[in-house]
């Protein structure tokens, strides 16, 4: 009889998101040798970094597989126990998952799918083939707005020996017979290609019995694999083989040939979509219970998930445990690491665990042939009888079950309780009493009809108590049990961002300080929208104020949608009035000075406004065309834009419009914070949520922060929660300077410190950080006006320290900018991409006269090729864009992403950036809050100062120091300076003085203040 051997075809990298760093290949082929498995899928082979990593280090063995190199294996080897050291290196097969969502039959269709390929030409293929498709870098596992019958044809191409699966097929949310998603049969989602799927995977929370009472699944080949996210799930599930270890006589079993041998099955239970339910009201159900009220939740009287077990239930024409035709054997399993925690009462990732597993493995062999084939009378001698026991009990299927539901994974016990005692007093060296378990919280009782009881899942160990709610926590009834809404797109979303995302139409008013996510909430808010509750792409405006904020926004839907997402409406303000304008005058342009006919910039909004208000019936068909209205950073809106929000959404509208009132700093440009807090009252029934939990600064950072603005917050009660607390985080560094230069040295000292020493002379100063030194681009230095940055850059250019600055000016404000894109409109000739016709413009213009008259200097033409060049490159071959882009506004991106250099920028220029490392200089009376000569600042100017010095403290991550000078030259006369007052509402206990101080606060006292 040949050999069996197993198979995990369903993996995942290091690039896949939520997936462990620690996911490489001689990783991978480690615990394949420790777990007992043959055959690994790559898994990711569509991420270009992947892929290359492939290219690299495999090295052809069996057809159609790869093998690590000779040297790797032997380096694998060496990290084994002898007893596995001398087994057959692992073999992997190229793979892919695929996430595709789509719009089939006007309903949105979302199924994962897994591919398989014979050879890395093939792979090479079908990547370029996706790469036209949608963004592969993105994730390992790359979500494209593709039908499933196409990538099943893309795949063909590719090679006609590629084959694809559809994965965990059942999955709620993703799959192909997914409840929310999928279809009624696997035919019906491949159409016309759907006879060259030849194998379906079950997916963790179903089995090949339960896959039995549909008969249209008859017609496959059903196989188990891991999902491993992780190195240590591998084998949690997966397929065994008794056929030549190759592709395509693997190939050949899925389709119906000798070969396959059976599956390893998670207990279905276990999965965590087992069962229905609500995970957030403990609600726990069989399908039956279910059915009985109508799917509703008991406590919240909210739909509930509805899970795998049902969904066959819906589909089965066969009952249960009926015979199905070419049933293949089937093994249920519980990982060796879960039993040795059960054992122990700890964790399954606990060292302790660890030791013991190494122990049996090192003694018995692989994991696999521990739970499935060693003598018990081995594993007893090996494990003790505990251990032998439970495999026994596992072997024989005796196992108690609890189901997952709604996310939430099952548990699957092989002892009662009370099996496992403890030792008794008589056993111990000293008598110490039994841990009396922390009690739960109970829900307050709400009335309802009479239903079938509640099934309450307990845990393994009671939860910790939840804090009590704070007293500064806004109450949103409407909102109120919206914090886990079951979907895999909000997964990754903490509560309130899904509460956020999730929320019903209507207005919404999101509150988003520093940090929270505001850019992600309301990218996965737009995202949820289209692809959860039918909203079609093309009904969406998203409003941004920057081309930069606009692109990242594309960016992000792109992730999180595929190519849909371009079907979203995303603009700046100016460049949707341009847009909208143009509809109706075509030939409109925008000049500098007005001329009757054309309009400036600042007159754009204006004129649309007229226009609407002009046309009722255009505001309609405007109103008709986008029902769905995203605005970000809400608080920056000028009298006219909100005029324009007011015309294009009605008061009880779908407006979605997220910000932070307390980073509202410009009014110098218009900006007006009043239409922010005032949202509520011009919008009906506008729900309010609020973002606090902060993922950017480090607790002292934001302790301070807040504190500094609680004077005049305009957000009651504002809190911001790190996400995570560092004890050994450092405070906030303050150092007093005679002057600016000694400030400024200060600044190039301290960057000397924390790179590791420009000079060669200094060690690294990595307090606080992640890594073990800190690069140049790393750090920023902050400062309220353009003119405190001459010393700065002096000092760090002395201190050979690279430097670069950045600005909001707009391009056509800079010198030569105007002449060089009047002269490329006239050179119509040109042809290649914008970025290189802009190098030829600017040769013949340096050469001859301007064509519309005037001939800038050549240094004033070639910084404008420079300042133009990373928009023109954006843009690609789309002049008209290129132009448009500079005629509505774009501003001078003088950051190179690539460069290696310290970002010096002003307060105002900071807002939407961030750096492990920032300096704030000129933390000085007269600067913050700046005061200009023969007038002193109103109250609202100072308001708008603290919330400018509030956006600079929290461009932070890491590391942050202020710094302030004793006296400084203003307005033409050196004066005394004075710390700024913003510092005085900060406890000195989370500030570090520098210099010549007095010592800081012992660190539990500072624990205590944060």
Request: proline residues 8%; charged residues 25%.
């Amino acid at each position: 009889m040949p050999p069996v051997w197993t198979a995990d075809l369903h993996i995942h990298s290091r690039y896949s998101r939520a997936c462990s760093k620690d996911l490489e290949l001689p990783t991978l082929a480690w615990w394949a040798r420790r777990k007992g498995v043959a055959l690994l899928g790559t898994g990711d082979v569509t991420h270009p970094a992947w892929y290359e990593h492939l290219r690299e280090q495999l090295r052809e063995a069996e057809p159609g597989l790869y093998r690590l190199s000779p040297e790797a294996e032997r380096e694998v080897a060496q990290r084994l126990p002898a007893r596995l050291a001398a087994g057959e290196p692992a073999r992997f097969m190229l793979s892919a998952e695929i996430s595709t969502i789509y719009k089939r039959g006007d309903r949105t269709r979302k199924v994962h799918h897994l591919i398989y390929l014979p050879d890395l030409d093939a792979a090479q293929r079908f990547r370029e083939r996706l790469g036209r498709v949608g963004n592969l870098a993105s994730d390992g596992r790359p979500i494209l707005g593709l039908d499933s019958r196409d990538l099943l044809e893309i795949t063909l191409e590719a090679s006609p020996d590629a084959y694809l699966v559809p994965a965990h097929i059942w999955t709620p949310w993703f799959s192909a017979l997914g409840s929310k998603s999928g279809f009624d049969a696997i035919a019906d989602c491949y159409a016309d290609l759907a006879g060259h799927i030849t194998a379906v995977e079950t997916g963790l929370s179903s089995d090949p019995a339960m896959n039995h009472r549909v008969s249209s699944l008859d017609a496959y080949t059903l196989v188990s694999n891991s999902d491993a996210h992780s190195p240590q799930a591998l084998a949690r599930e997966a397929t065994r083989f008794d056929c030549a270890l190759d592709y395509f006589a693997l190939k050949a079993a899925l389709a119906g040939a000798p070969g396959l041998a059976g599956t390893l099955e998670f207990f279905p239970e276990e999965g965590k979509y087992h069962g229905d339910g609500h995970r957030d009201c403990g609600v726990n159900w069989t399908p039956a219970q279910s059915r009985a009220t109508g799917g509703v939740c008991p406590v919240c009287h909210r739909p509930l998930t509805i899970g795998v077990l049902a969904r066959v239930e819906a589909l089965a024409d066969r009952p249960e445990g009926a015979p199905a035709p070419n049933a293949r054997p089937v093994t249920h399993l519980v990982q060796l690491a879960e039993i040795i925690g059960e054992l122990e009462g700890v964790g399954p990732k606990t060292r302790t665990v660890e030791g013991k597993v190494n122990t049996l493995v090192a003694a018995l062999g692989s994991e696999l042939d521990i739970l499935m084939d060693v003598p018990l009378d081995e594993v007893t001698v090996a494990g003790g009888e505990l251990v032998g026991e439970a495999l026994r009990r596992l072997r024989a299927g005796r196992v108690h079950r609890v189901p997952g539901y709604d996310g939430e994974y099952g548990v699957i016990r092989l002892f009662e309780p009370d099996e496992l005692r403890p030792q008794t007093a008589a056993d111990t060296l000293f008598d110490l009493p039994a841990p009396v378990p922390a009690p739960r919280r109970p829900r307050p009782a709400k009335a309802a009809p009479s239903k079938p009881a509640v099934r309450r899942t307990q845990p393994v160990s009671a939860p910790p108590l939840p804090p009590p709610p704070s007293p500064h926590e806004p109450f949103e009834p409407m909102l109120a049990g919206m914090e886990e809404v079951g979907t895999g797109l909000l997964d990754r979303l903490d509560a309130m961002q899904r509460v956020a995302a999730s929320a019903p139409g209507g207005p919404l008013l999101i509150v988003a300080g520093p940090g929270t996510g505001k850019t992600r909430t309301l990218t996965h808010r737009l995202a949820y929208l289209c692809a959860e509750m039918n909203v079609y792409p093309e009904d969406c405006l998203a409003i941004t104020f920057t081309r930069r904020a606009a692109e990242e926004l594309r960016h992000r839907l792109g992730g999180l949608l595929g190519p849909v997402a371009e079907d979203v409406t995303v603009s700046t303000f100016h460049s949707l009035a341009l847009s909208l304008l143009r509809e109706q005058e075509p030939d409109l342009a925008v000049v500098d000075e007005p001329d009757g006919a054309n309009v400036t910039l600042d007159e754009l909004i204006p004129r649309l406004v007229a226009l609407l208000k002009a046309q009722p019936s255009l505001q309609d068909k405007l109103r008709s065309r986008w029902p769905w209205v995203f605005v970000d950073e809400y608080q920056d809106v000028d009298p006219d834009q909100y005029a324009l929000l007011r015309l294009l959404v009605p008061s009880d509208g779908n407006l979605c419009a997220i910000g932070d009132p307390d980073q509202a700093i410009y009014s110098f440009r218009g900006a007006d914070v009043s239409f922010f807090l005032q949202f509520s009252r011009d919008f009906v029934d506008a729900r309010v949520v609020r973002l606090t939990r902060n993922y950017r600064s480090s607790a002292p950072i934001l302790a301070a922060a807040v504190q500094a603005i609680a004077p005049s917050s305009l957000v009651p009660g504002r809190r911001l929660d790190p996400a995570k607390v560092d004890p050994e985080a450092p405070l906030i560094g303050v150092y007093p300077a005679g002057s600016p230069a000694e400030e400024a040295a200060f600044i190039a000292r301290k960057v000397d410190e924390l790179v590791g020493g420009v000079s060669h002379r200094t060690r690294a100063d990595v307090r606080g950080m992640t890594g073990t030194t800190v690069s140049f681009n790393d750090i920023a230095v902050l400062y309220r006006t353009d003119a405190q940055a001459a010393a700065i850059v002096d000092a760090l250019s002395r201190a050979g320290v690279p430097v670069q600055k950045r600005s909001h000016d707009r391009l056509r404000g800079r010198a030569g900018v105007n002449t060089l894109l009047a002269e490329l409109r006239l050179a119509t000739g040109l042809t290649g991409s914008v970025a290189a016709r802009l190098k030829l413009t600017a040769k013949v213009l340096i050469e001859r006269p301007a064509l519309g008259g005037g001939s800038p200097e050549p240094d004033d033409v070639w910084a404008a090729v420079d300042l133009l060049t990373p928009l023109a490159l954006r843009c690609g071959q789309d002049l008209q864009r290129f132009l448009g882009e500079v005629a509505t506004g774009a501003e001078v991106d003088a950051l190179d992403p690539r460069a290696e250099a310290v970002t010096l920028l002003t307060l105002h220029a900071a807002k939407g950036l961030e750096f492990p490392v920032v300096f704030l200089a000129g933390c000085e009376d007269g600067l913050l809050p700046l005061r200009l000569p023969g007038s002193a600042p109103t109250e609202a100017e100072v308001a708008e100062e603290r919330r400018l010095f509030f956006v600079g403290l929290t461009r932070a991550q890491r590391r942050l120091y202020l710094s302030h000078a004793a006296r400084r030259v203003r307005y033409g006369s050196e004066r005394d300076c004075r710390p700024t007052p913003f510092l005085q509402p900060v406890d000195a206990g989370l500030l570090e003085q520098l210099g010549d101080q007095s010592p800081r606060r012992p660190r539990d006292q500072q624990l205590r203040l944060i």
